[in-house]
């Protein structure tokens, strides 16, 4: 993934303290059970007395029961995932279509797991994990979140991934909300309905541009055609006497 510059230039004795074993506590944090115990949804849930079901969920702004919750996370558009101040990977929205091939894979095993569980100890995967986790915890140089695209020299498979900083009603550091998705169809619909073009630039950072058609009809995305100019007749300026033009 491409990092932003302000993210590459973090202090690596600082983000790769990050506790991926997840051994402290957060305030939600559910003890007495195994963190990467395969069963620990099931087992949490039923230690909590966790609302399931039919049973009303009383949000800020709303009253929903826990299914429909459900239904409309598992109908919403990317993947999500919800980690915890504490390292703690606690929910994703696990797809409706059982065939759909995930970008960033999660299971229900998974739920429950450490971050150094959930993330393959391979290559940067870890690193770059903690450094994004640590820069949001801080809230390095002011940054809330996070973009991270995924090049591939195909402009017809555009993934990026954003990681936004969680806070509590006191602007505390709560956790880290991530949203994973393909922009290609989204950019395409825009594309296709603006006139404009997604093309290969290289110099921009990206890699990719857009590029507008001749001033594109702001409703149906054609580009318009002049009509010649008329020849205007040219008024002096009453001050100088000088031609307008």
Not at 158 to 170: F, P, S
């Amino acid at each position: 993934m491409a990092e932003p510059k302000w993210l590459q230039n973090m202090n690596s004795d600082e983000y790769l303290k990050e506790d991926f074993d997840a051994k402290g506590k957060s305030k939600y944090t559910i003890e007495g059970i195994d963190k990467n115990d395969p069963d620990w949804l099931d087992k949490a849930a039923k230690k909590v007395h966790a609302a399931e079901g039919d049973d009303y969920v009383k949000l800020d702004s709303g009253l929903l029961t826990v299914n429909q919750l459900n239904w409309m996370f598992r109908n919403t558009l990317g993947e999500m995932t919800f980690v915890d101040d504490n390292n703690q990977f606690l929910w994703y929205n696990r797809p409706v279509d059982p065939n759909y091939k995930m970008k960033a894979k999660r299971t229900p095993d998974q739920v429950g797991d450490t971050m150094k569980a959930v993330h393959p100890d391979i290559r940067e995967v870890i690193p770059t994990a903690k450094k994004v986790v640590h820069a949001l915890r801080k809230k390095q140089d002011g940054h809330d979140d996070v973009y991270m695209p995924v090049p591939n020299g195909n402009l017809k498979k555009l993934i990026l991934h954003y990681y936004k900083r969680v806070e509590d009603d006191n602007g505390n550091y709560a956790g880290i909300y991530e949203w994973v998705q393909d922009l290609y169809p989204l950019v395409k619909y825009f594309c296709e309905t603006t006139g404009q073009k997604l093309v290969v630039d290289d110099d921009a950072a990206t890699g990719a541009t857009y590029r507008r058609n001749s001033d594109p009809d702001a409703v149906s995305g054609a580009s318009k055609k002049r009509a010649p100019e008329e020849k205007k007749e040219e008024k002096p300026d009453t001050s100088t006497g000088a031609s307008e033009h």
